[in-house]
């Protein structure tokens, strides 16, 4: 099983100094990958409407303040070595598809094949009417036929692509992806629809267990989603076990609390010996990368608790 953590790319943490020492110190704790996520403009993310929280609310309050994505990928790929570079996740739709298959392309070369790309609809409407040149409620038709789209330009010398979003004729992307057949693609997303992408094009499922709509935050729920995301695999006409499990937390510890609304424990809530018999019993499940949110304040103290949630529990597991 690997382990990443998340690099803070918004607010006062995200700075090419601060930035560059937490990604330096995590690859020489022996973390396997580092995750960056993926917006481009927000509202007053104080309002209510992020997914992922109990209140609604982004988890710091200055998350507008915040790096492009690819960007800061192919700067951390040229400081750092030996981690892996995990999108989490990019928001297909924001960049047009044959550019993004370029920026992704170059970034896995520059990384030296370390990057794995993490992909989503999303799910902010504000900044798709801002950023987004194709309609929101087309977000997941763009999404899936982006993504094939990539496959396509990554894979094949002189690809044609004659789609409703997309249209190219033939003409060079080069160089290629240093990862063959291409770098890997994580799924992100909870919801029905993010669960038959995964299924249909993904090499890994990559949930967040605190979806308020969609939770897969304690151990019975997540096995249910397990077990529905084989049954859509073998109906998409793959293998059931085609689709790798891999696993976000956002909050752990005392940060989470212990009931869930299903009558069950919460994952990762509670003590060190509990957060590492839920490693363990997701490892059994077969989940084969877990990544945690390390945010805090102060770099120090991020890279304090990096260090000490590796001796407490991971090397525990």
Do not use: C
């Not at 990443?4 to 918004?10: A, H, M, R, T």
């Not at 993504?147 to 004729?169: C, M, N, S």
């Not at 989603?225 to 752990?252: E, F, H, I, S």
Request: hydrophobic share 40%; net charge negative; proline share 7%.
């Amino acid at each position: 099983m690997e382990f990443g953590f998340n690099l803070p790319n918004s607010g006062k943490l995200a700075t090419p100094e601060i930035m560059s020492r937490i990604s330096r110190e995590g690859e020489a704790l022996g973390y396997d990958y580092l995750t960056v996520t993926d917006h481009v403009v927000l509202p007053d993310m104080a309002e209510p409407g992020y997914p992922y929280s109990e209140s609604g609310a982004f988890y710091s309050t200055d998350s507008a303040h915040r790096h492009e994505m690819l960007t800061l990928a192919a700067y951390l790929a040229g400081i750092t070595s030996r981690l892996r570079l995990v999108l989490a996740v990019l928001v297909v739709p924001y960049r047009p598809a044959v550019l993004a298959a370029k920026q992704l392309a170059t970034i896995d070369v520059l990384s030296g094949g370390r990057l794995t790309v993490g992909i989503g609809a999303g799910w902010l409407k504000a900044e798709f009417d801002s950023a987004v040149t194709t309609p929101f409620a087309e977000r997941g038709a763009v999404t899936d036929e982006y993504v094939a789209a990539f496959r396509t330009l990554w894979t094949e010398k002189k690809p044609q692509i004659d789609g409703k979003y997309i249209h190219h004729d033939g003409l060079l992307l080069e160089p290629k992806p240093v990862q063959k057949p291409y770098p890997p693609i994580w799924v992100g997303g909870e919801s029905g629809p993010s669960m038959r992408r995964a299924a249909r094009l993904g090499d890994a499922w990559y949930p967040i267990g605190s979806n308020q709509q969609h939770l897969l935050d304690t151990l019975p729920r997540y096995e249910a989603g397990v077990a529905r995301l084989r049954q859509l695999t073998a109906a998409a006409g793959r293998d059931p076990d085609a689709v790798a499990l891999t696993y976000r937390v956002k909050r752990y510890g005392d940060a989470v609390a212990p009931n869930a609304t299903d009558g069950n424990r919460r994952l990762f809530s509670g003590t060190d010996a509990e957060l590492v018999a839920d490693v363990r019993a997701l490892r059994d499940l077969g989940v084969t990368a877990i990544d945690f949110d390390f945010e805090r304040p102060d770099p120090d103290v991020v890279i304090a608790e990096m260090r000490a949630f590796r001796e407490r529990v991971l090397a525990k597991v």
